[in-house]
């Protein structure tokens, strides 16, 4: 996929480079397939993260943003540590997430609501709160499974691994203050 950034004015590559640390190595995928060859979850995925990439510099916006690759990727790096041209494709695939929440654009996948649920709790108490997630998410989302966690839920609770209530770290201010700032950076 060779080609120079500036050939690509107002595209969906230009857009993804853009937001993403590093993106500007896109240009030089060669689509050798290693990043595809690499990951635990290509077969879950619609699209390999080779496919994905061709698709991006096609500029086949509304198909990559509706895939569900990225609910599929478990951000292993495998990918990204595999690629010969240093594409930075696990921070792309999580650049594509953002685009797709922000312009809702998914499907079929609960990913979203569980990721807002524990950026939530990171965002107030900096750390992730299990039985928040069980109830907040699990109860509401998916009960069922929840019923199905009930006994290990059980166990964690017994032997102190899971607390009832959130609890914050030390020096909260310092975290949340980072987390503004990466917002907005982001927004810009
Ligand atoms: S491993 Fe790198 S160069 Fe090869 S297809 Fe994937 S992104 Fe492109
Ligand atoms: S980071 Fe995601 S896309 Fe890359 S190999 Fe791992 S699961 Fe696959």
Not at 27 to 38: D, R
Not at 61 to 84: E, G, H, Q
């Amino acid at each position: 996929m060779a080609a120079h950034i500036a050939e690509k004015k107002g595209t969906f590559l230009e857009e993804v480079i853009e937001a993403t640390p590093g993106g500007e190595r896109l240009v030089h995928c060669i689509q050798c397939g290693s990043c595809g060859g690499s990951c635990p979850s290509g077969a879950e995925m619609q699209y390999t993260p080779r496919t994905l990439i061709a698709m991006i510099g096609a500029n086949d916006r509304d198909a990559v943003l509706a895939a569900n690759t990225m609910w599929a990727c478990v951000s292993c790096y495998f990918c990204t540590s595999r690629c010969p041209q240093n594409i930075p494709i696990t921070d792309i695939i999580y650049t594509l997430k953002r685009m797709s929440i922000a312009e809702k654009r998914y499907h079929d996948t609960d990913a979203p609501a569980l990721a807002k649920t524990f950026t939530d709790f990171v965002d107030r108490y900096g750390r992730s709160f299990e039985f928040g997630l069980a109830t907040g998410y699990h109860l509401l989302k998916r009960p069922i499974s929840m019923m199905k966690m009930g006994p290990m839920g059980l166990q964690m609770f017994t032997r102190g691994r899971m607390a009832l209530r959130p609890t914050k770290i030390r020096q909260i201010e310092q975290l949340q203050a980072i987390i503004n700032k990466a917002k907005e950076l982001s927004a810009k």
